[in-house]
């Protein structure tokens, strides 16, 4: 596949938004002790993601949300991938929703040394390369918090 079919297909994945969603994931786990979101849906326009939580996030926690996760991204921390075997990846993440025909050998993304997780998408190289992060919409029901988020494209 030559670079241009290729820089296409990343941008119609939103590599950008996926690895977005990589931080977002984390800053929840970190702010809420909360698990990575349940559901997620990657969008170019917009995305969304659920979280179990006893309580809503307050208006001065979805603001800290936000300042955290573009702090991530302002940071410019590489993006890298790293083989292991599932007892390697139990050590460092989190492997309930891995499905049951994984193979023995995992993918971990990393996000400089603030997120890692088992994924097999397409991500930046650098947090550099994603936009600023905003929070468009939220609603919370029978424990389910859902955040619909974007990213802005860099130019």
Partial sequence: MNNQVLNEAKKQYAVDMHTAEHILNQTMVR???CGRSMNAHIERKKSKCDYLLTLSPTE???TEIVS???EIINKH???SEVIMTRDEASKIVDLSKLPDDASEMLRIIKVGDYDAC???GQHVQNTEEIGPFEILSHDYENGRWRVRWRVTEKN
């Fill in 118 to 120: 088992a994924c097999i």
């Fill in 77 to 79: 921390l590489p993006v």
């Fill in 60 to 62: 001065n926690q979805i």
């Fill in 31 to 33: 702010m809420f002790g």
């Fill in 68 to 70: 955290r996760v573009n």
